[in-house]
């Protein structure tokens, strides 16, 4: 009998046993899971910090793309305020106290200088008229009229009715054109 008491003996030590190290283990998981439930929150929350960041970069960009779109004419409008500048002056020009010959040459001069001054401020923006001399290219020039000219190839170009203007290479505006036969 005593050998059953101590075989009982041992197996409730042997259950304590187990129950201590049962609730040592649950300490341990409840401590694991304590950690990694901390780390999870940790992430969760770096993770709403980088969206957020994402976000705001996001709309940054939105927001500057439209300005650089709104303000993109920006350069153009302020190298065509010196021509605006040059017309002015000529219209105080024609006020003057000149005689019609003097006031005649000085409006011619003020006008040509305007234009020269337009069309150098275009083709600092990359707008340039199209030649003349190249030959005909129905991407670039409007046949409006053919005639026979002896001195002139077929094809060629002899008479131009409108400047045409491209936009870095595009065209703007077809030159309209008399093309030879």
Request: proline share 2%; net charge negative.
């Given at each position: 009998?005593?050998?059953?008491?101590?075989?009982?003996?041992?197996?409730?030590?042997?259950?304590e046993?187990?129950?201590?190290?049962?609730?040592?283990?649950?300490?341990?998981?409840?401590?694991?899971?304590?950690?990694?439930?901390?780390?999870?929150?940790?992430?969760?929350?770096?993770?709403?910090?980088?969206?957020?960041?994402?976000?705001?970069?996001?709309?940054?960009?939105?927001?500057?793309?439209?300005?650089?779109?709104?303000?993109?004419?920006?350069k153009?409008?302020?190298?065509?305020?010196?021509?605006?500048?040059?017309?002015?002056?000529?219209?105080?020009?024609?006020?003057g106290?000149?005689?019609?010959?003097?006031?005649?040459?000085?409006?011619?001069?003020?006008?040509?200088?305007?234009?020269?001054?337009?069309?150098?401020?275009?083709?600092?923006?990359?707008?340039?008229?199209?030649?003349?001399?190249?030959?005909?290219?129905?991407?670039?020039?409007?046949?409006?009229?053919?005639?026979?000219?002896?001195?002139?190839?077929?094809?060629?170009?002899?008479?131009?009715?409108?400047t045409?203007?491209?936009?870095?290479?595009?065209?703007?505006?077809?030159?309209?054109?008399?093309?030879?036969?």
């Amino acid at each position: 009998m005593s050998e059953k008491k101590d075989e009982q003996l041992n197996e409730e030590e042997s259950l304590e046993e187990v129950e201590e190290q049962l609730q040592e283990d649950e300490v341990e998981v409840e401590s694991e899971l304590e950690k990694l439930q901390s780390e999870l929150d940790e992430l969760k929350d770096k993770y709403a910090r980088v969206y957020a960041d994402f976000d705001n970069v996001k709309k940054r960009l939105e927001k500057e793309k439209y300005q650089a779109i709104e303000y993109a004419n920006e350069k153009f409008a302020k190298d065509m305020i010196p021509v605006l500048d040059s017309l002015e002056g000529a219209l105080k020009a024609a006020e003057g106290e000149a005689g019609c010959e003097d006031l005649l040459a000085k409006m011619k001069e003020g006008i040509e200088l305007t234009y020269k001054l337009f069309l150098t401020n275009l083709e600092k923006h990359g707008v340039e008229k199209v030649s003349h001399e190249e030959p005909f290219d129905p991407n670039i020039h409007n046949a409006v009229q053919s005639v026979d000219h002896e001195e002139i190839e077929s094809g060629e170009i002899v008479q131009t009715f409108q400047t045409g203007y491209k936009y870095k290479g595009r065209p703007l505006r077809e030159a309209m054109v008399v093309v030879a036969n």
